[in-house]
Every structure is written in structure tokens, then in C-alpha cells.
């Protein structure tokens, strides 16, 4: 009994991958890897999470109680219909930039692309996952940030405010895949690579990039910030135990299409969407 134990709890920690690279031991090679991850984090989401806190605190100092207050997601970007696609196109492919960023950081550092689940060996396991997480988080999220946003922790998200264009539902599908790559890539396969190659310990690892991915959802209010914060801790512990983060990504894009576009299409017709 006491020799099974510790094996179980090894397996359930240990990195799924057996050829994963090994923990850096070299003080300067360690030192550039911390600088990497400052400068990583410090131009992308790390920034994001203290911007959003800065905006949570303005929210805080007004008069006005959270519940009534706005933040939209998608907004138009110019006056012309066209340049307002084309922003809205370049803001895609910027998060699809910042999640490339991390993948070209790690495939320098050795980093196969198959040993952070981005590759096509498992498409139906990774088809399973996907639906499973959809399930599990989908609907209890969206819960959870009604119950927020009622109880008056939380701002009135309005996923779009674009206007009714042909080329709106695109754009938000866009906008939806690019906020999932962005950040599936660098808080789960990105950040937690490079924390196991730090020798930090894989509960350390989850708990550190699920308080980053609430910290950039802070502007939303309290409940964006635990709802994220609790998709972070499925979504990393997943991956540790997976592998796969093309079912991370699909199900992020997933959740995001039903809110971007969903919403744009019921707004006006639901009295309870803010």
C-alpha cells in the first residue's frame, strides 16, 4: 500500500512525454530562460494581467457598482468597413503571432512541437478531450459568470459590439481561434515547458498559470477572474496528464465562438444578455 501510493502520485506529476527535455541544471543557461520569460510574458499576456488589474481598480474607485458598468470585447476599429475588417483581421493574427513567439522560443531551445501536443497522431483522443472539456467547463462557466455579474462581482461583458456586416461572424471566429492559441500556447505548453525545464514542481507549475490567466481577465470583474482561474487549473492539469494541447486550443476557440458570435446574434433578443 505505502509502495503504490507514491508510484500513482509520480505518474500523475510526472511530464507525459519520456523523451521531455530534461531539467536545466547550467546557472546561466537557467538565468536566460527566467530573462526569456520576463520578456515573453512582459510584451504579451504578463502585460495584459497588469493592465487588467489597473482597469479592475479603476472600475473599483467609481461610483458606480460593477454590475453597471461595461467592458466590450470586439469593438469596431474604424469608421470604413473595410479597414474595420482588416484591424480586426491584424488583431487575430497579432495573438496568433504572440503564440508563435512561444513555439519558436521552444523549438530553439530543442523543443518538439509533438511533445507539446501539436501534432497529428492523436486526432481522435484529442476529439474525446475536446468534447469532454466543452462539457465540463462550457456551461458551468457561463454560469458562473451570470451568478457574478448578478451577485455584482463582476462587469457586463459585451462579447461584440460590431456592427451586422457579412464578414462579422469571420472576424469573431478569428478573434475567437487567436485568443485560444495565443493563450493555450504560452501559459499551457509555452510557460509550464519551460517551468518543468526549471525544475519547478508541476502543482507549483498549474497553480502559477491559472493565477496568469485569471490575472488578464481581471477587467471583467471578480468571477472573470475565478472562472479562469478554475478553466486554468482543468486545462493545465489536462495537458500534464495528456500531452495534447490541440484540445485546449479547440475547445478555447470553441467557447469563444459561441460567445463572440452568439452573442451578436442574440443581442436585442434576450432581456437577461447584458
Known amino acids: 500500500m505505502h509502495t503504490s501510493e507514491p508510484s500513482v502520485l509520480r505518474s500523475w506529476l510526472s511530464p507525459p512525454n519520456p523523451d ?8 546561466r543557461e537557467r538565468r536566460a530562460v527566467k530573462l526569456e520569460l520576463v520578456l515573453v510574458f512582459g510584451i504579451t499576456l504578463g502585460l495584459s494581467g497588469a493592465r487588467s488589474l489597473l482597469s479592475l481598480v479603476d472600475s473599483l474607485l467609481r461610483p458606480v457598482p460593477l454590475a453597471q458598468q461595461q467592458v466590450q470585447l470586439n469593438v469596431p476599429k474604424a469608421a470604413a ?20 513567439l512561444g513555439l ?21 483522443t484529442d476529439a474525446l478531450i475536446t468534447a469532454g472539456i466543452a462539457a ?13 455579474y448578478h451577485l455584482g ?6 462579447p461584440s459590439t460590431l456592427g451586422d456586416t457579412w464578414w462579422r461572424p469571420v472576424a469573431l471566429t478569428l478573434s475567437a481561434f487567436g485568443n ?9 505548453g509555452y510557460l509550464i515547458t519551460r517551468l518543468r525545464q526549471l525544475g519547478v514542481r508541476e502543482n507549483a507549475s498549474l497553480l502559477g498559470a491559472a493565477v496568469l490567466r485569471g490575472s488578464y481577465h481581471l477587467y471583467q470583474g471578480f468571477g472573470g477572474f475565478v ?21 485546449l486550443i479547440a475547445a478555447h476557440t470553441l467557447f469563444d465562438v459561441v460567445s463572440f458570435v452568439g452573442y451578436s446574434l442574440l443581442k436585442g433578443r434576450l432581456s437577461w444578455l447584458p
Open 20 to 27: 521531455f527535455p530534461a531539467t536545466i541544471t547550467d546557472p
Open 81 to 100: 468597413s473595410l479597414l474595420d475588417l482588416l484591424q480586426q483581421l491584424l488583431g487575430a493574427a497579432q495573438l496568433v503571432g504572440w503564440g508563435g
Open 104 to 124: 519558436y522560443l521552444l523549438w530553439r531551445a530543442g523543443v518538439k512541437l509533438r511533445q507539446i501536443g501539436l501534432d497529428r497522431r492523436k486526432l481522435r
Open 136 to 148: 465540463l467547463i462550457g456551461i458551468p462557466g457561463l454560469g458562473l459568470y451570470f451568478l457574478s
Open 153 to 158: 462581482f463582476s462587469l457586463a461583458v459585451q
Open 180 to 188: 485560444a492559441f495565443a493563450e493555450e500556447v504560452l501559459v499551457i
Open 227 to 247: 472562472g479562469n482561474l478554475v478553466m486554468g487549473l482543468v486545462f493545465g492539469r489536462v495537458w500534464q496528464r495528456s500531452g495534447r494541447l490541440w484540445p
